[in-house]
């Protein structure tokens, strides 16, 4: 009987000395926790233990490993996707190894009709390009695993690029219904976006779609289905039955943002599939609180990566002028006074303005609730036409528009990229990552971000990316700082600065405004002076 056997997860025989159980327990169960708390803890060094248990600061505990009996022989099970791990821990020992993973073709096979960027690539302003031909030769050397690779380097295109060489049906799982969008587009083609596979053309000629959107459980076993594209929300109902419904249907799967492992649902989806090829994407797949572990045991490591950032930001700081007639010691509160502050929208309103002036054409400015979006939006575009009335001024009626999960954001995607003066007033937590915008240069982090290199480093570097897409004559973009007069943020901002912005001016990924490390190193943790409040209205 074979003392390793691949089906769904790999397996090894316990009678074995291929793998020491200790190593399956200290790899395979993840134990979670916020450093910043634990550090100073003096139980720290006992850890873990029946206090940290009950401590906040205790982020769960994930099992990857289990046992499982194959005609009467005990096995360890541990994720398909540490496929290399195990190579590498099983090098130089004898053992018999069969392979019963289930790679079903597709019914109509894709052919890859676009072109991949190749070395020495440059865009239209000689900018460098992502080597997409050695992307895709490192992943496919391993059939498993993350390419790693900065926003614009067209990983959605080494995605269809690769199921169309393996030719295996194919499943793709996105958080956002945009990023599925990006994904259909790149196989059959859209308004804005020239297909790169024959899939349009297949399905003219069998008249069937052999690459759908899914719009219910039931797509998951639509055979004449080749390429099936999943936002995980739509499956949280079904997920007691999911694994059975999929198993041996589907021979890869694609990950899009595969650092949304952290989410319950979208992890729980993944690991519901059994393909034996997983292709994870992202530009920030670390994460220091440890939860690139989750992803690595879902997909597989980084095992392409590509640096490459055309464009890089300009970084600029402002201070608030309005303080708040008390210091918050909540997020919450804080927040909510930022939001609703006359004083601070009239002047991030002015700073919008002030940026069009300037040629930004396109901006982007990401609070935190939809109530701000609703009254940045209504008085950006009133402003607007008080201003075409009394200047003379030629701004579009819709000159902000909004992004939020109920709005129509198709088109505001559009109106993004349609060449016209747009200001795109946005949910940080929708419009971050991911999301494919080609013209925006300016964006106003308006809200801040966590101070944590865990949280708010990738936050900022995957905000920071929008305003980054390589683009024909597109000038430097810049992201805008806002310093409130409130220690708490404050604090959170320099942080930020110290855990991502700083390492990034010395990597390259950013460029510092000569002023701004003056301005937030000079910081006061503790809060501005404070100065009276601002009582005055929108009229």
């Known amino acids: 009987m074979s003392d390793i056997i691949l089906q769904d997860k790999i397996l090894i025989a316990k009678d074995t000395d291929l ?43 994930y099992n990857f490993a289990a046992s499982r009996t194959v005609k009467d022989r005990e096995y360890h099970a541990v994720p398909l996707a540490d496929i290399q791990f195990i190579k590498n821990a099983v090098k130089g020992k004898s053992f018999l190894a069969v392979n019963e993973t289930r790679r079903p073709p597709m019914r109509h096979p894709l052919t890859f009709t676009g072109k991949l960027f190749g070395p020495n690539a440059v865009d239209a302003d000689g900018n460098p390009r992502a080597d997409q031909e050695v992307l895709v030769a490192q992943w496919m050397k391993e059939k498993n695993g993350i390419i790693q690779a900065a926003a614009r380097s067209g990983k959605t295109v080494l995605a269809v690029n690769i ?20 994904f259909y587009a790149t196989f059959v083609g859209g308004e804005s976006r020239k297909a790169m596979t024959d899939a349009a053309a297949i399905a003219k000629r069998t008249g069937t779609p052999t690459v759908k959107i899914a719009d219910s459980i039931d797509d998951l076993t639509d055979r004449s289905i080749d390429v099936l594209l999943i936002n995980p929300q739509k499956m949280q109902r079904h997920l007691d039955r999911l694994t059975e419904l999929v198993k041996g249907q589907w021979g890869l799967l694609i990950a899009d943002e595969i650092h949304q492992t952290f989410a319950a649902v979208y992890s729980q989806v993944i690991n519901a599939f059994d393909a034996p090829y997983r292709l994870g994407l992202s530009a920030t797949p670390e994460r220091k609180d440890g939860r690139d572990r989750l992803a690595e045991f879902l997909v597989g490591p980084v095992t392409a990566k590509s640096q490459i950032m055309t464009l890089k930001p300009l970084i600029c700081a402002r201070m608030v002028d309005a303080t708040p007639s008390t210091q918050y010691k909540t997020w919450n509160g804080a927040q909510q006074w930022a939001a609703d502050n006359p004083e601070r929208n009239k002047q991030i309103i002015a700073a919008v303005f002030d940026d069009l002036a300037e040629g930004h054409t396109s901006i982007i400015v990401p609070v935190a609730y939809v109530r701000h979006v609703e009254l940045l939006t209504r008085v950006i575009n009133a402003t607007a036409a008080r201003r075409n009335e009394t200047r003379g001024e030629k701004w579009p009626a819709d000159l902000a528009v909004p992004f939020t999960a109920k709005s129509n954001r198709k088109y505001a995607l559009d109106r993004v990229d349609d060449g016209n003066p747009c200001v795109l007033i946005a949910i940080a937590s929708i419009v971050k990552q991911g999301i494919d915008m080609r013209t925006p240069t300016s964006l106003h982090i308006v809200n801040p971000m966590s101070a944590s290199a865990a949280v708010g480093a990738p936050m900022f570097q995957q905000m920071s990316y929008r305003v980054a897409t390589p683009m024909p004559g597109k000038r430097q973009p810049k992201v805008t700082l806002w310093i409130d007069n409130i220690g708490l943020f404050q604090s959170c901002l320099k942080g930020l600065f110290w855990n991502e912005i700083s390492p ?36």
């Open 504 to 539: 990034g001016v010395k990597d390259n990924r950013y460029v510092l405004h000569p002023e701004t490390r003056a301005l937030i190193t000079s910081l006061n943790a503790k809060g501005a002076k404070r100065r009276p409040a601002f009582n005055g209205s929108w009229t």
């Open 163 to 182: 199921a169309c060489t393996l030719g295996l049906r194919t499943v793709v799982i996105a958080h956002q219904i945009e990023l599925l969008q990006q």
């Open 19 to 61: 793998i020491d159980p200790e190593l399956v327990k200290s790899r395979y169960v993840v134990t979670l926790f916020d450093e910043r708390k634990c550090s100073p803890c003096s139980n720290r060094p006992f850890r873990l233990n029946d206090i940290c248990k009950s401590c906040p600061a205790f982020q769960g505990t």
